[in-house]
């Protein structure tokens, strides 16, 4: 199905600024040159530019790739990690609370057992 995110093995949050211009083939690039990941896995990358107001997420479909967009029209930013240019893996939890306008770290959380 087009964009169903569900099938993403893993997420991912590309840490710093983004030059939100970039469409597929110059996220791919930075996923492959700058993170050393693999692109063509079924993983959702995620990036977000200075404004912190819209995402791009970039997912590999078996035939593939989808580019999703978010633009958050009510008041408030993504709660976005800004202090590295590196990658972040993430749970389907803290994906939600990105998602929701929260920090993707919630030291009140639980945590899940080992």
């Known amino acids: 199905m087009l964009g169903d995110i569900t099938i993403a093995r893993e997420i ?3 840490c710093g600024y983004t030059d939100m211009r970039k469409s597929i083939d110059g996220l ?3 996923v492959q040159q700058q993170f050393n990941l693999n692109p063509f896995q ?3 990358f995620l990036f977000c530019g ?3 107001d819209r ?3 970039l997912l590999w479909e078996s035939d593939g790739f989808v580019l999703l967009y978010k633009r958050m029209e009510v008041q408030g930013r993504f709660r976005w990690p800004r ?3 590196e990658v972040k893996q993430l749970t389907w939890q803290q ?3 990105l998602m929701s306008g929260l ?3 919630q030291p009140k959380a639980f945590k899940p057992t080992e």
């Open 12 to 14: 991912y949050l590309a």
């Open 28 to 30: 791919a690039a930075v």
């Open 103 to 105: 920090e993707i770290e």
């Open 95 to 97: 994906f939600d609370w």
């Open 83 to 85: 202090n590295q240019l």
């Open 55 to 57: 995402i791009k997420a």
């Open 50 to 52: 200075k404004r912190c």
């Open 42 to 44: 079924p993983v959702l």
